[in-house]
């Protein structure tokens, strides 16, 4: 299957897409906002299509508008990131002018499949060179807050006053959180962003209790359910996408399983 | 030297004042309980101290300096109302997640750093309990596990926010007891706030009781009397002393107790008054 040109860029974006999706997934079920995170796929959909309908490149649209959302979620406070009612408020909204976009851009319908529910193949050279300068940024920057942001997960009050830039940390979060959702975007839909942030995520913790090995547990397995979900595509051509969310929902359950069994 | 001094300190939160001119001073190397009402201001006091909460009036002091946001020289054990009950990483990590949270920028923790967290779980005795996860341990040996935390760095002031709280008798015993043995080992400063005086009495040097917006600071028998707590809660208290423990009653209901019960339903309301 390496032999067409295709699937291997299929394999790299993949790829890219699902380390950076595991580790940043990794602090967002560790700091309770993956519902934000769900949130900000929705949001990328309407930069998307808003995209479409103008002439632009999707990508670009959908990168722009999580940004602006997730730094914006960031610096109304840890308050609002965790409120459900607005949150959900903002994801219908978002969807609603989706939709509009959609209405008023003709050749709509397959644009709008690849957008809700993924199109890995469709990835061309120039779309992946964006994909890995924005996964190499996003994760130096993750590295680089790394430390404070971990404290300020599990300790914020404690964080505070040991002098954490609360604000600051969790709005660079959050613009590095919407980089993550706009690349799983790419590969398994806004829908089913879920699928790579936070199953792999939720299931390394269910793993191990260790926080670095958490973490690599979470990328590790992420890469493993986008790749091997495309291959499984490649040999049944079935949708990539639904393997990927059925790889990840059996690990998913599966740690749970475990865990709770022993 | 003192620790920690408030001079005619006001605080104001919204439109109330949680203090108003309010002044006490305590010596270095001192175990002092903090006590009162709830909304008196204990949690208040302390986030102040460490320059979370502006001060409208008056000046506070830690170790003979001003305030300053991040004080290496304080350590804080913020309330811990069970928000770790559900994670699922070691104690270990969550130590040292503090360790160096303040830094940003790449490495992690060098062979000094994983020494000194070792270092402050041995003097709470929670080396072995800080290889479990946190959220599965009780909540005592959570206490102790988090209470070494606040060691890291060698503070001379240590601010223990309500650590008894939601804890059975023999577990607020060995807090306390611990709580004593690093003030006295350390020769750190320790402000211990409290919903009751008994579990501490025999602990403690001095008792600072908050109430009415001021402050008193003493040993317990001049402190916890009738006329001085009359004086801060702004009504009639009668104190009644049976050997060793301390009842404080206004008219016929106990007032601590009562407090603590009143707690459970209003957690939230009062978590930063």
């Known amino acids: 299957m390496l032999e067409y040109d295709f699937m291997r860029s299929a394999f790299a974006a993949s790829g890219v897409a699902a380390v950076l999706a595991g580790t940043v997934g990794f602090f967002l079920v560790l700091r309770g906002q993956t519902f934000a995170g769900h949130a900000l796929s929705h949001v990328g959909f309407t930069g998307a299509t808003g995209a479409l309908l103008f002439g632009l490149s999707p990508l670009a649209g959908l990168v722009g508008f999580t940004l602006v959302a997730g730094i914006g979620m960031g610096l109304f406070g840890e308050k609002l990131a965790e409120r459900d009612v607005a949150i959900g408020m903002m994801l219908s ?11 008023f851009y003709t050749a709509a319908a397959t644009q709008a499949a690849a957008l809700l529910f993924g199109n890995v193949l469709g990835v061309d050279s120039s779309a992946m060179l964006t994909l890995c300068i924005l996964a190499v940024a996003s994760l130096a920057g993750l590295a680089a807050i790394g430390r404070p942001l971990t404290f300020a997960s ?34 398994v839909g806004v829908l089913l962003v879920f699928t790579l942030m936070v ?16 973490i690599a547990l979470s990328a590790a397995l992420a890469l493993a359910e986008a790749w091997g979900g495309l291959t499984l595509a490649y ?26 069994a022993g | 030297m003192s620790a920690l001094s408030f001079d005619a300190v006001t605080i ?17 190397g001192e175990f002092v309980g903090m006590l009162g009402a709830n909304g008196a201001g204990k949690t208040t006091l302390m986030r102040a101290a460490l320059g979370l909460v502006p001060v409208a009036a008056g000046a506070i002091r830690v170790l003979e300096r001003p305030v300053k946001r991040g004080n290496p020289a304080i350590g804080y054990m913020p309330q811990n109302r069970g928000a770790m009950a559900g994670l699922r990483l070691t104690g270990w990590d ?7 949270g303040r830094r940003f920028g790449f490495g992690s923790l060098d062979k000094a750093a994983r020494r ?35 060691l890291l760095g060698r503070p001379r002031l240590l601010l223990l926010d309500e650590p008894l709280i939601s804890l059975d008798p023999a577990h607020q015993k060995s807090v306390v007891e611990i709580a004593r043995r690093i003030c006295e080992d350390l020769k750190v400063a320790i402000v211990f706030s409290a919903h009751e005086l008994n579990p501490l009495v025999n602990a403690i040097d ?16 001049e402190v916890v009397t009738g006329p001085v707590l009359s004086r801060l809660y702004g009504a009639e208290i009668e104190v009644v002393r049976v050997r060793e423990r301390y009842f404080v009653m206004a008219g016929d209901v106990e007032v601590e107790r009562e407090a603590h019960r009143h707690d459970h339903s209003h957690d939230h309301h009062d978590a930063h008054a």
């Open chain 2, 206 to 221: 001095r008792v600072l009781y908050l109430g009415g917006g001021a402050a008193v600071i003493g040993p317990v028998e």
């Open chain 1, 93 to 103: 909204l978002a969807l609603g002018l989706g939709l509009l976009f959609l209405h």
């Open chain 2, 12 to 28: 104001r939160l919204g439109r109330r004042d949680i203090l108003s001119a309010a002044s006490f001073a305590m010596r270095e």
């Open chain 1, 199 to 214: 199953g792999p995520a939720a299931a390394a913790m269910n793993l191990t209790r260790r926080l670095g090995l958490a």
């Open chain 2, 94 to 100: 969550v130590v040292a997640s503090a360790a160096l």
């Open chain 1, 235 to 260: 040999y049944t051509d079935w949708p990539t996408s639904f393997w990927i969310t059925a790889l990840s929902g059996i690990v998913f359950f599966g740690a749970a399983a475990r865990r709770f």
């Open chain 1, 154 to 187: 599990i300790q914020p009050e404690l964080a505070e006053a040991r002098g954490v830039p609360l604000r600051f940390v969790s709005s660079a979060f959050l613009a590095i959180v919407a980089v993550a959702v706009a690349e799983c975007a790419q590969i």
């Open chain 2, 116 to 150: 000194e967290i070792d270092w402050a779980l041995d003097e709470v005795g929670a080396r072995d309990l800080a290889r479990q996860s946190i959220g599965e341990l009780s909540g005592g040996e959570r206490q102790r596990v988090l209470l070494s935390q606040a």
